[in-house]
């Protein structure tokens, strides 16, 4: 079992829905949750980094981060086209090194 | 300011080749990290220098791997005897002092391809 499993779409939604991403961990030594944006070809693009739980709002996106499960949520909302790419969750304990889930594919279409 | 540079950005070599991958970090930067990404995975860490010096290099899957960092900025990912199961994405990142709240910043990886 992979330490962080992430849903790999991929999902496809019209253009002003709002879209949840989630991903959820076995080790309870992750303290760090961050979401990271990659296009196509490009590097992986920090949007998102919380380390408690709770809510964490930043325009658009809102991360949701429940220790108790186990379990962190990305919400975008009011989607746009430009939103289109994969997503990763990232995970980090007392080493440095990020975990990351396997990527949701998003697509909005216009 | 320029990000994380990586060269080259595709590398195509043969079964049992010898590669180098170059990875330049953002200017001041002490701490750099390499990545592999494969096709529809995330990326997967692979060693971690702090300065000059390999914090951590338990995620490099065999001793044909390595990397080094001679003088703190430029590092090089150096693959002996490639195999068909190398290719992939190397994705280098950098961040200011290697603590645990500090960003990595990406860069747009090395496309290695082993025929």
């Known amino acids: 079992q992979k330490e962080v499993e992430q849903d790999p779409g991929p999902l496809s939604v019209p253009e002003g829905a709002i879209v949840s991403l989630n991903c959820t961990y076995s080790?309870?030594?992750?303290?760090?949750f961050m979401w990271y944006r990659q296009y196509s070809r490009k590097g992986p693009e920090l949007l998102m980094y919380?380390?408690?739980?709770g809510n964490k709002e930043d325009g658009m996106l809102t991360a949701q981060v429940d220790k108790s499960s186990k379990y962190i949520s990305l919400f975008i909302r009011d989607s746009q086209p430009s939103d289109s790419a994969t997503y990763l969750c990232?995970?980090?304990?007392?080493?440095?090194?990020?975990?990351f889930g396997s990527g949701t594919q998003l697509t909005v279409l216009p | 300011g320029a990000g994380v540079s990586q060269t080259p950005s595709n590398k195509v070599t043969e079964k049992g080749k010898y590669v180098e991958l170059r990875c330049d970090p953002i200017?001041?930067?002490?701490?750099l990290y390499w990545y592999r990404q494969s096709l529809g995975q995330g990326p997967e860490f692979l060693i971690y220098f702090q300065g000059t010096g390999a914090a951590d290099d338990s995620g490099l899957p065999n001793d044909r791997f390595f990397a080094v960092r001679p003088e703190g900025s430029v590092s090089t990912l150096k693959i002996q005897r490639t195999e068909r199961g190398d290719s992939a994405v190397y994705l280098c990142?950098?961040?200011?002092?290697?603590?645990?709240?500090?960003?990595?910043?990406f860069g747009p990886g090395t496309r290695l391809t082993v025929l």
């Open positions: 990142a950098s961040s200011l002092i290697g603590g645990n709240t500090d960003t990595q910043y």
């Open positions: 080790n309870s030594a992750f303290q760090y």
């Open positions: 919380t380390y408690s739980s």
């Open positions: 200017s001041g930067h002490t701490a």
């Open positions: 990232a995970l980090s304990g007392s080493a440095r090194q990020l975990t």
